[in-house]
């Protein structure tokens, strides 16, 4: 499957929400041009990462979220797909009918036409006002826990996962999708290059976010690809490191920017089946009667 992660550079608040979607529909050009059947946009691709201002909820939502998917702003993308017959994921804050604030994703398929959606779940960061550090990370202020589970969806000649951002981190998400036979999970994600929490060398930021791709791609044999927003929002930096990663575990693309970059890669599908069907063949495998304990707590 010929596949395309967009990272997006920095996006400031004061960018409209059109200047981000003409950059998207740039990168979507490039990546058809390379042959893509699939494009990856970023976590709350639309505006710039939010949860680190302190603002009421209802300003945070009147600003920043959508109520409606796709909107007259987004329309472009749709239509752009549908012409250049590829499909894209993309991530946005939305806000339900009945004003239930989510981080979501959807997967939009070459007819320009939403064929799933995922709420992400695992919402990091604190909800009260953080005293003392030079940006608030405040996902579990703005977002209610996603309320869909972690889907797979067959389309585009493959078994398709979602994830965002956070999720990333957590093995539960990849093997819940793997029990669901997914071949390929993409995600999005805005990761600050500076922990609030403690000390931590601006290195590892990057390291345990490659750790956790190449770890549970291979552990679960199946492809990653996962888009930052990235560089320095405002003076608030997040880091790129945009990738694709294989089956094997290794990254087969990297950004090299930290700005709006494309990279492509040819997922071959059958190299996930070899480890499904050998060393993490879960039907032969696996020991489900001793792992009860991951329900329990
Ligand atoms: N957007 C997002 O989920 N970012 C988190 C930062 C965690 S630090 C509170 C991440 O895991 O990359």
């Known amino acids: 499957m010929a596949l395309a992660v967009a990272q997006l550079g920095p996006v400031h608040l004061r960018d409209s929400r059109e200047s981000v979607v003409k950059r998207l529909l740039q990168m979507m050009r490039e990546a058809k041009g390379r042959g893509a059947r699939l494009v990856v946009f970023p976590e709350l691709a639309l505006t710039t990462f939010f949860p680190r201002y302190w603002m009421d909820e209802q300003e945070a939502q009147a600003r920043f979220f959508e109520t409606a998917m796709p909107n007259p702003v987004v329309q472009p993308l749709f239509d752009e797909a549908r012409r250049l017959e590829i499909g894209f994921h993309l991530g946005y804050a939305e806000l339900t009918r009945d004003g239930r604030p989510f981080n979501t994703a959807i997967l939009v398929d070459p007819s320009g036409t939403i064929v799933g959606k995922y709420r992400k779940i695992h919402l990091p960061g604190h909800a009260e006002r953080k005293e003392g550090v030079p940006f608030q990370h405040l996902e579990k202020k703005y977002f209610q826990v996603g309320d869909r589970g972690f889907g797979v969806w067959d389309t585009m000649g493959a078994r398709l996962g979602m994830c965002i951002c956070n999720d990333r981190r957590w093995p539960e998400t990849y093997r819940v999708m793997a029990l669901q036979g997914a071949e390929l999970v993409v995600l999005g994600y805005n990761t600050p290059s500076y922990n609030i929490n403690w000390d931590e060398p ?96």
């Not at 679960?220 to 990235?230: D, E, H, P, R, T």
């Not at 490191?241 to 090299?256: C, D, F, M, N, Q």
Request: proline fraction near 2%; hydrophobic fraction near 40%.
């Open 202 to 297: 601006t290195h590892l930021r990057t390291t345990t976010h490659l750790l956790a791709l190449q770890g549970n791609a291979h552990m679960n044999g199946m492809w990653v690809a996962a888009a930052a927003k990235c560089g320095s929002e405002d003076g608030f930096h997040m880091f790129g490191s945009s990738v694709i990663v294989a089956p094997t575990g290794e990254i087969v693309a990297r950004t090299l920017s930290e700005d709006d970059e494309v990279i492509t890669a040819n997922a071959d599908l059958r190299l996930g089946e070899l480890y499904r069907q050998n060393i993490f063949n879960f039907g032969k495998h696996r020991r489900p009667e001793h792992y009860g304990l991951i329900l329990e707590r």
